[in-house]
């Protein structure tokens, strides 16, 4: 895995660990397990991040990472939009001479992602997101 895949993950991760954290001083926060597949155009995606992020940012959000298209999480209970991101090889080189990898997902699925999922205390099983994006835009 590259440092720059390595930096992204692990900045997603903490910021969903810190949430956990703060949650810790408040009262026990239920949680769910939820399964699924993420595809991009009805290809799974190789490898990237999956985050269930609350509709009050002092709540605690989870993520998770995808490989192969697959994800398993444990969410907070309640309302959670869906982020995410999925990364592949670069063509070139980075800034510092090595290849590296690239998040190639549009804002629409991640920083501006409008996909909701009501996790209950029930686990969610077999999960699937679609993606669809134009081919031009993934090049």
């Keep these: 895995m590259s440092n720059f895949l390595r930096s992204h993950l692990f900045a997603i991760l903490f910021a969903g660990g810190s949430g956990l954290i703060l949650a810790g001083c408040q009262p026990t926060t239920k949680t769910a397990p939820v399964t699924g597949i993420v595809t991009v155009n009805d290809e799974p995606v190789k490898i990237g991040v999956i985050a269930f992020e609350p509709t009050n940012p ?65 686990p969610l099983t077999d999960q699937k997101i679609e993606l669809s994006i134009p081919k031009k835009a993934t090049k």
Aim: proline share 6%; no cysteine; net charge positive.
């Design 58 to 122: 002092s709540t605690a959000s989870a993520s998770a990472e995808i490989r192969d298209g697959r994800f398993t999480i444990q969410s907070p209970v309640g309302r959670r939009r869906i982020s995410i991101m999925a990364y592949r090889q670069a063509k070139g080189l980075g800034p510092d001479g090595k290849p590296y990898q690239e998040q190639y997902l549009p804002a629409k699925f991640n920083l501006n992602s409008d996909r909701w999922l009501e996790v209950g205390t029930a």
